[in-house]
């Protein structure tokens, strides 16, 4: 919580509350209007000449062409990627940038940007909005997203939603762990582990996306 306790005074913590409600008021007044969308996570770090820029690119654009917005959190490296692809294709592409001590630059390829000063309150925007998530290779942010939305679903706080992990060979070692570790000893069960997929094929993201929105959307309807 050190977000909203950076001085530690009665009266800075008083009127954070103001700010934190005005982010949560902007946000939930400019994308209202957005669904359905896609949040896509991953590494700043990784550029250009990286494979997973090109797919994270490529994934956007699908989705992008099969009627989704895609939402990232507005930075370099697969948030680029990803908001590039989106511009490429038919839909909006969504940057809800984070100030940072180490000031992050918002690409250059957002049809919406916003700013957030709170990581809690735009993560909440990455759910609320988002009928899927698509998490590439990336650090401790990336994997915040990806188990908060696991835990979220495994507790019933959110529709069941597609989570779809791009890279075989990055995340395969984190799903073995997974069955060695926290399954094997019960703190898991390999239910647990359907909630998410893993493809590394462009076409079967969209394909896993396309079916768990109608899936959603049809249960939502009856």
């Known amino acids: 919580m050190n977000e909203i306790k950076r001085n530690g005074s009665t009266h800075d913590d008083t009127w954070s509350v103001f700010r934190i409600m005005s982010e949560f008021v902007d946000g939930f007044e400019t994308l209202r209007m957005l669904h359905p969308a896609v949040s896509i996570f991953g590494s700043s770090t990784l550029t250009e000449d990286s494979k997973y820029y090109a797919l994270a690119r ?24 990803a908001n590039r692809g989106s511009q490429e294709g038919l839909s909006k592409s969504v940057g809800l940038n984070i100030e940072i001590p180490n000031e992050q630059k918002p690409n250059k390829y957002q049809d919406i940007s916003m700013s957030f000063r709170y990581f809690f309150a735009r993560k909440v925007m990455f759910v609320k909005y988002a009928s899927a998530f698509v998490i590439m290779p990336g650090g401790f942010g990336t994997l915040d997203e990806l188990f908060e939305a696991l835990t979220l679903m495994q507790t019933n706080k959110i ?20 069955i060695s570790g926290p399954v094997r000893n019960g703190t898991l069960s390999k239910d647990d582990l359907s909630i998410f997929s893993l493809t590394d094929d462009p076409k079967e993201v969209v394909r896993i996306i396309m079916d768990g929105y109608e899936k959603v959307r049809r249960s939502t309807a009856i």
Do not use: H, N
């Open 58 to 81: 490529e994934i956007a654009r699908r989705l992008s062409d099969a009627g989704f917005a895609v939402i990232t959190g507005g930075g370099p490296g697969i948030m680029e990627a």
């Open 159 to 178: 529709f069941e939603f597609p989570v779809v992990l791009v890279g075989a060979d990055f995340w395969g070692g984190l799903i073995d762990w997974l």
